[in-house]
């Protein structure tokens, strides 16, 4: 167990610093999204989906987005954590993207929200939902989880706010390894 939690703070150490289009890092754009789910009463596992949501960015060992290609952060982020996290955990953070393109299709306003990079990666990432597809994404078991998570990273870009260490997610994220790991 010791040895999972040894890497994801490895590579917040590491990578943690990098940017992804947005005016702040990528450690401090998840430490607020965690921090802000935390606020909403998110249960715990879904706090740790929250600060771990773009570790596939990590992952992938680039300091700046791609605007041209989509590697899905996503499903490599979620793969990854699988290996020592459960379902509740990784299932949000492999919907988040999806759950973009699904606020952009069923509410008029949220589009206008997202930041530019989020509006110049949607298109790379599929696009708007269609309606069939979004009523498939309503039928997901993580449906709420990932429309949580997703708006805590829709407002987690905060350039100006101070928030908790990783160190203070420590617990958390010990508490939500599966306990077969």
């Not at 596939?56 to 680039?62: D, E, I, K, Q, V």
């Not at 949220?110 to 599929?126: C, I, K, P």
């Amino acid at each position: 167990m010791t040895a999972v939690i040894d890497e994801i703070f490895d590579l917040f150490a590491r990578f943690g610093s990098g940017r992804y289009g947005e005016d702040l890092s990528l450690a401090e754009h998840m430490l607020q999204a965690a921090m802000l789910a935390q606020a909403q009463g998110a249960s715990d596992a879904l706090v740790v989906a929250a600060l771990l949501h773009d570790i596939g960015y990590f992952l992938h060992r680039s300091d700046e987005a791609d605007e041209e290609h989509d590697f899905e952060h996503e499903a490599l982020g979620a793969a990854w954590l699988s290996r020592a996290f459960g379902e509740e955990v990784t299932r949000p953070v492999a919907l988040h993207v999806q759950a973009k393109r699904y606020l952009c299709a069923v509410d008029r306003d949220y589009y206008a929200q997202l930041s530019d990079m989020s509006r110049r990666t949607l298109s790379l990432q599929g696009g708007v939902m269609r309606e069939r597809e979004a009523c498939r994404f309503e039928r997901d078991p993580a449906f709420e989880a990932a429309l949580l998570l997703r708006r805590c990273d829709d407002r987690g870009k905060d350039v100006g706010a101070r928030g908790p260490s990783l160190e203070d997610f420590r617990g958390l994220i010990v508490a939500s390894i599966r306990p077969s790991f």
